[in-house]
């Protein structure tokens, strides 16, 4: 069965935008569905092959603390792209979020994060640092009020949190996994 778009309204207008789209399908029935949409994303999994360490960021959700998920999440350091590319604003976030100076970036995909609500589509990198590229504190621009926290993570320990189900984030869980099947010397057996 296909299906056309034939119109979207916007309802709201903010950080977001909220949208109504019509549809038709081929067999003439029309339905209605509601898009979410505050443009591209970039998410990066800085790792340090040499000390086997990753580095995250973990800071407060409101969607996820609203669902009943955990007070913060670890996460790959992450950002909106404003007026630039995926790589140029995936190396200012990890630098902002984390302190890290990244290098050459391994692009590993950029699926849509939630295809039946939002229009985001992310793209995810790994990249290599090393103790000589953290050169920043991190923890995010002050007048964001992002409250980040930079973290190192062994490489083990990241595994131990991905079998016991406490990466909690979509595009973090992706990235481990791609990492893990790049890398498999990395992690434990």
């Known amino acids: 069965m296909s299906v056309e778009l034939r119109k979207v309204e916007t309802i709201y207008q903010g950080y977001c935008t909220l949208m109504m789209a019509t549809l ?15 443009g591209r994303a970039a998410a ?3 790792f340090d092959p040499e000390r086997k360490v990753a580095m995250l960021v973990s800071l407060p959700r409101a969607p996820a603390i609203w669902a009943g998920g955990p007070p913060e999440l670890a996460e790959a350091p ?15 976030e990890a630098l902002e979020e984390a302190g890290v100076k990244l290098g050459r970036l391994e692009h590993i995909g950029s699926p849509f994060s939630s295809p039946g609500l939002s229009s985001e ?16 504190d991190g923890g995010g621009v ?9 973290m190192e993570v062994p490489l083990d320990q990241l ?20 990492l893990r099947v790049r890398r498999p010397d990395l992690f434990p057996a």
């Open 24 to 38: 038709s399908a081929s067999d003439g029935s029309s339905f209605k569905r509601e898009i979410e949409h505050h």
């Open 44 to 46: 990066v999994l800085p």
């Open 78 to 92: 992450a950002g909106l792209i404003e007026n630039e590319d995926a790589e140029d604003c995936i190396r200012r």
């Open 121 to 136: 589509r992310i793209d995810l990198f790994l990249a290599v640092y090393s103790v000589a590229d953290r050169v920043g």
């Open 142 to 150: 002050a007048d964001e009020h992002e409250h980040i926290t930079p």
């Open 159 to 178: 595994w131990v949190w991905v079998v016991q189900r406490k990466i909690e984030d979509l595009k973090t869980l992706a990235l481990i996994y791609a």
